[in-house]
C-alpha cells in the first residue's frame, strides 16, 4: 500500500556528494548521477501530484556551472532555511543515503522541528512485481544503506 504525503509540499533530501577517496572525476560523475537520481524521483512524486521541492535538482546545475562548493556544509544553512518552508521531508533512500553527511544533516533537522519524515524507496530495492517504480513509507527500510 502507498502512503500519501500527509502535508504538502514535501522537501525532498537525497544523497548527492560521494564519500570515500574518490578521484575528482569520479566524484563529479556520482553527483552527476545522484541528481538525476534525484531528478527521477521528483518527476514520478510530481506526476502524483506529490508537489516536492528537491534542493538537488534546484541546486546542481547552478553549483556546477558556477563552481560551487558541493560538500554538505556549505549548504547546510540554506537546506535548513528550505526545509522550514515546508512540513513534510521525504528521505530519497538510493544507495549511500544512510551515510550521506547532508542526508542525515536534514533528517536530524527534520525531526527537531516535527516536520513529517516520509521515506521513498526505488522499486528495485523493494520487489521486481511493485507496479511503481517507488514505494513511499512512513519508517525508513532496513535494507537499504
Partial sequence: ?????KRLPAYLASPYSAIGDFTPELKAEIR?????????????MMGLRLW???????C????????LPTDAKF???YNEDMIDSFQSVVVLCEEGWTVSVGVQMEIEYAQKFYCDLMYLVPKRFISDE?????QLLDHAPLNVV
Fill in 1 to 5: 500500500m502507498m502512503l500519501s504525503v
Fill in 32 to 44: 552527476e548521477a545522484r541528481y538525476r537520481q534525484a531528478l527521477k524521483a521528483a518527476h514520478w
Fill in 52 to 58: 516536492v521541492y528537491s534542493p538537488i535538482v534546484h
Fill in 60 to 67: 546542481h546545475e547552478i553549483a556546477k556551472l558556477n563552481s
Fill in 75 to 77: 549548504w547546510q544553512s
Fill in 130 to 134: 511493485l507496479k511503481h517504480d517507488y
